[in-house]
């Protein structure tokens, strides 16, 4: 399985921006996937997390801002990021929780994509 993300840059204060994150592989089902963040020197933390039946949840600091959604024909997940703020400046990781297996399911685990920067900066 993997995990590929897209979509970080470097935005103004008060500006948007888009992830996207796709898996693929051998995957049977996808129990929830998202986003978590990490700044320099600070611990990695929960940004926005959707589940397969469509339950979201939001870290605390971007509530009202980012808008997780789901394209589930693709295994693809969308992070609208607006209103984005120099606080947001981290490395963006793609995080999903799946089952493997073709036709039958095998594991079940935990899989991180390799990152992309978000920077907000004027």
């Known amino acids: 399985v993997q995990l590929v993300e897209s979509g970080g840059g470097l935005v103004q204060p008060g500006g948007s921006l888009r992830l996207s994150c796709a898996a693929s592989?051998?995957?049977?089902?996808?129990?929830?996937m998202g986003w978590y963040r990490q700044a320099p020197g600070k611990q990695r933390e929960l940004v926005a997390t959707?589940?397969?039946?469509?339950?979201?949840n939001y870290g605390d600091s971007v509530k009202g801002r980012f808008t997780i959604s789901r394209d589930n024909t693709k295994n693809t997940r969308i992070l609208q990021m607006t209103s984005l703020k120099p606080e947001d400046t981290a490395v963006y990781f793609c995080?999903?929780?799946?089952?493997?297996?073709?036709?039958?399911?095998?594991?079940?685990?935990?899989?991180w994509g390799q990152g992309t920067q978000v920077t907000v900066s004027a």
């Open positions: 959707i589940t397969s039946g469509g339950s979201t």
């Open positions: 592989g051998s995957i049977f089902s996808i129990i929830a």
């Open positions: 995080n999903a929780d799946i089952v493997t297996g073709s036709i039958t399911p095998t594991l079940r685990r935990d899989y």
